[in-house]
């Protein structure tokens, strides 16, 4: 994996957040498959990948691919590159295809196009590592956490990225579903900056 490109692509995912993906794909693709809710480019994607694949297993990355409240036409993430014109809309997956044929770790990657919460029910796989990096609003956020965490693997990882304690540093979505996984019986593993790996206790 060349880290400097992978570090280079568009997206949201630093290289020290990115790593630590790296690390806990690794440690917890011992007990199955990752799953990623929240695509965008699949920069944290190919992050997974590159942990996920020692142990031969694919990262499954969910995304409707027309972008979060904040990418939408006037918000203050709005980019260009990633509107549509003929479409009329935000569409990521341009910016996917183009970021994973750049890497070999692509073919360990399994990107589905829908709303994470349509398949959720039909979802039978038992998954290593669960990353949720989706829609930031609280409703979403709360149903990605409810429908997917039974999908775990008893000893596999939820992982939470963008954990602000304050406001004012950034939306508190996911750390209301940080918080109310610790009281459900998750506990924490590991932190580093915004990204959270939890374990069940």
């Known amino acids: 994996m060349d880290?400097?490109?992978?570090?280079?692509?568009?997206?949201?995912?630093p290289s020290h957040e990115g790593l630590a993906l790296t690390k806990w794909a690794e440690e917890f693709s011992h007990y199955g498959p990752a799953l990623e809710i929240g695509t965008f480019g699949a920069k944290s994607t190919l992050y997974i990948a590159a942990g996920s694949r020692i142990h031969n297993q694919l990262v499954y990355t969910i995304d409707?691919?027309?972008g979060s409240e904040e990418h939408q036409l006037g918000e203050e993430y709005f980019d260009p590159e990633i509107y549509d014109e003929k479409l009329g809309r935000v569409n990521t997956?341009?910016?996917m295809q183009a970021n994973l044929q750049l890497f070999d770790e692509s073919k360990w990657v399994v990107p589905i196009v829908t709303n994470a919460n349509t398949i959720a029910s039909s979802w039978a796989t038992e998954?290593?590592?669960l990353f949720i990096d989706g829609s930031h609003t609280e409703k979403s956020a709360m149903n990605d956490y409810d429908n997917w965490c039974s999908k775990l693997h008893p000893q596999g990882a939820l992982v939470i990225h963008d954990i602000y304690e304050k406001p004012e540093d950034g939306g508190q979505a996911p750390y209301l579903i940080f918080q109310k996984a610790l009281a459900e019986g998750f506990q924490l593993h590991e932190r580093v900056d915004t990204i959270v790996c939890l374990t069940r206790a």
Do not use: A, D, W
């Open 3 to 13: 880290l400097k490109k992978l570090n280079n692509l568009k997206g949201f995912m």
């Open 93 to 95: 997956v341009p910016l």
């Open 64 to 66: 409707h691919h027309s």
């Open 127 to 129: 998954l290593g590592l």
